[in-house]
């Protein structure tokens, strides 16, 4: 079974900066090898924020480009999102997904609008005070 585990959420004022973790366990042949990062802000649908598609591939969200980074560390099974610049609009529970297919399109999709995707962990929250 594959599980993912977010940290490094936090509170911090706007224009500070945030690195989260998430660490992928149980997916011996990284068979759910697209991994990405969405986010929910509080009372709006979830959205995608940056994905990273068979390991090479990147999408990043258009509101969060220039702000944001998708990286992965494959010795420590981790994904990383980086943050920068944060804003208050970006305050919200982060979530790392994982998922079999490329999850480009799920990552640029309207709030609310993409396909269901595998494997979700708990999430890690983001407040952004100004």
């Known amino acids: 079974q594959v599980t993912l585990v977010e940290s490094g959420g936090g509170a911090v004022e706007a224009g500070g900066s945030l690195k989260l973790s998430c660490v992928v366990s149980g997916d011996r042949y990284n068979k759910y090898s697209s991994r990405g990062w969405f986010r929910q802000p509080p009372g709006k649908a979830r959205e995608g924020v940056a994905g990273?598609?068979?390991?090479?591939?990147?999408t990043i969200r258009e509101s969060v480009k220039g702000r944001f980074t998708i990286s992965r560390d494959v010795a420590k099974n981790t994904v990383y999102l980086e943050m920068h610049n944060l804003q208050p609009e970006d305050s919200g529970m982060y979530y790392c997904v994982a998922d079999q297919n490329p999850i480009r399109s799920a990552v640029v999709a309207p709030p609310g609008y993409f396909r269901n995707l595998e494997v979700w962990g708990q999430g890690t929250r983001v407040t952004v005070s100004s």
């Open positions: 990273l598609d068979y390991g090479v591939d990147i």
